[in-house]
C-alpha cells in the first residue's frame, strides 16, 4: 500500500481521513497542528496520540516528501535549497533576505510549459505539477533550517512553474498555508505570481484570499507574445480586464512584474504604453533588470536607462520600484531556477 502524504490534505480531509482510519475526527486536527504547525518529522513526536494510532500513522502515511540535497549561499545572505522530490526529479526554493524580514520563494512545478524567453525554468519545459504537500514541505523544511524561524513572514509563488497551471494543487497548498490553524502566515504577506493565465485569475479570488502579481513585461501584444508566448492566447486586453475586476481588498494593489531588457521593452515609448495599459488601476509595478542568462542573447538595460524607464512611470504618478535582484552569483535570482544539480551546486 503507497503511503499517503498528509500535507496533501486539507483540514477537512484531514478529519475525513481520520475517521476512515477507525479515529475520531479530532485526531484528524491533532495530527494536522504536528505536523503544520509543529513540524515533526516522525509520528513518535506526536505526544498525545496513543502508541497504537502513532504506530497505525507508520503503517499509512508519510511526513517527508523531499529530501534536502543541497543549499548554497549568496553573498548577499540569499538561500537556494535544492531539494529532491520522492520521484527523483528536483525542485529549487530560494530564501531571500530583506531588512526585517525573509521572503520565500516556493516553486509550484517541476519545469514549466509557458516558455518565457527570458527563463531558464521555461527553456526546460514541463515535467510535472507538485502535489499541495511538496509545495507545503518547501516552507516547512526552510522554516526549519532556520536559527529565527518566525522572520520567515512573506512567502511568493514565483518559484519554478506557473502556479496558476496547477491551480487544485496551489489553491489546497495556500489554504493550509494562510489557515489559523495551519501554518498560520498572515494572507496580506503571501503572494501568488502568474504570467497571466486569464479563466484563472478570474476565479482566484473566490478560493483564496492572497496577494496578486502578474509577470507583464511587455506593454504592447507584439512584444509581450514575442516574451511570453501565453500572450498569443490571452493577449493584454484579456488579462488587463481580468485585472480590473479582480476584487482587492482594501488598499491592496495588483503587482505587475517588469523585466527590463535591453532594446526588447526598454525604450520611452514602452513605459509610456505601459502607464496607458495600467492607467486606473491599483498597481504597484516592480521594475527588474534582466538577471543575464549564459548563452541568451538577452541582455539588460543600463541602470541609468533603468532610472530614465522608471522616471517616466512616476511621473506619470504610478508607484515604480526598482526590484534590485538577489542571489546573482548563485543563479537564485528571478527567471534564473532550473532545479538541477548543476555547477552552482557543485
Ligand atoms: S517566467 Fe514563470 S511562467 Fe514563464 S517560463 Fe518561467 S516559470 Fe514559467
Keep these: 500500500m503507497s503511503l499517503i502524504d498528509l500535507k496533501d490534505l486539507s483540514a477537512a480531509e484531514m478529519e475525513k481521513w481520520a475517521v476512515k482510519n477507525g479515529m475520531e475526527a479530532y485526531r484528524g486536527r491533532q495530527i494536522r497542528h504536528w ?97 499541495p504537500g511538496e509545495i507545503i514541505e518547501q516552507v516547512i523544511r526552510t522554516k526549519q533550517s532556520l536559527e529565527f524561524p518566525d522572520r520567515l513572514k512573506n512567502i511568493v509563488l514565483m518559484g519554478m512553474g506557473e502556479p496558476l497551471a496547477n491551480y487544485d494543487a496551489v489553491i489546497k497548498a495556500l489554504r493550509n498555508i494562510i489557515d489559523p490553524d495551519g501554518m498560520n502566515f498572515s494572507h496580506r504577506k503571501v503572494t501568488l505570481s502568474t504570467c497571466g493565465l486569464v ?3 478570474k476565479k482566484l479570488a473566490n478560493d483564496v484570499t492572497v496577494n496578486l502579481a502578474v509577470s507583464l513585461n511587455g506593454a504592447d501584444n507584439e512584444i509581450r507574445s514575442r516574451l511570453m508566448p501565453i500572450n498569443r492566447k490571452y493577449p493584454l486586453e484579456a488579462l488587463i480586464e481580468a ?53 541568451s542573447p538577452l541582455s539588460p538595460p543600463s541602470m541609468e536607462q533603468v532610472l530614465h524607464f522608471q522616471k517616466i512611470l512616476t511621473d506619470r504618478h504610478f508607484t515604480a520600484i526598482i526590484r534590485k535582484s538577489k542571489g546573482r552569483d548563485i543563479l537564485a535570482a528571478c527567471g534564473q531556477l532550473r532545479g538541477t544539480s548543476g555547477s552552482e551546486f557543485s
Design 35 to 131: 505536523i503544520l504547525t509543529r513540524f515533526v518529522e516522525s509520528f513518535d513526536e506526536m505526544g498525545n496520540l496513543p502508541k497504537t494510532l502513532r504506530s497505525l500513522l507508520k503503517e499509512r502515511a508519510r511526513l517527508c516528501a523531499l529530501r534536502e540535497l543541497k543549499t548554497i549561499r549568496s553573498e548577499d545572505g540569499t538561500r537556494k535549497y535544492l531539494y529532491q522530490l520522492q520521484d527523483g526529479h528536483s525542485i529549487e526554493t530560494v530564501l531571500i533576505p530583506e531588512r526585517d524580514h525573509l521572503t520565500l520563494c516556493v516553486s509550484s512545478q517541476v519545469g514549466c510549459a509557458m516558455g518565457c524567453i527570458f527563463c531558464a525554468t521555461g527553456k526546460q519545459g514541463f515535467i510535472r505539477n507538485l502535489k
Design 199 to 201: 479563466p484563472e485569475i
Design 243 to 295: 485585472c480590473r475586476s479582480f476584487p482587492l481588498p482594501n488598499r491592496r494593489m495588483i503587482t505587475f512584474e517588469y523585466i527590463l531588457i535591453k532594446n526588447e521593452n526598454d525604450r520611452d515609448r514602452d513605459a509610456h504604453n505601459l502607464c496607458r495599459l495600467l492607467s486606473g488601476l491599483r498597481a504597484k509595478i516592480n521594475l527588474i533588470q534582466l538577471n543575464v542568462e549564459p548563452e
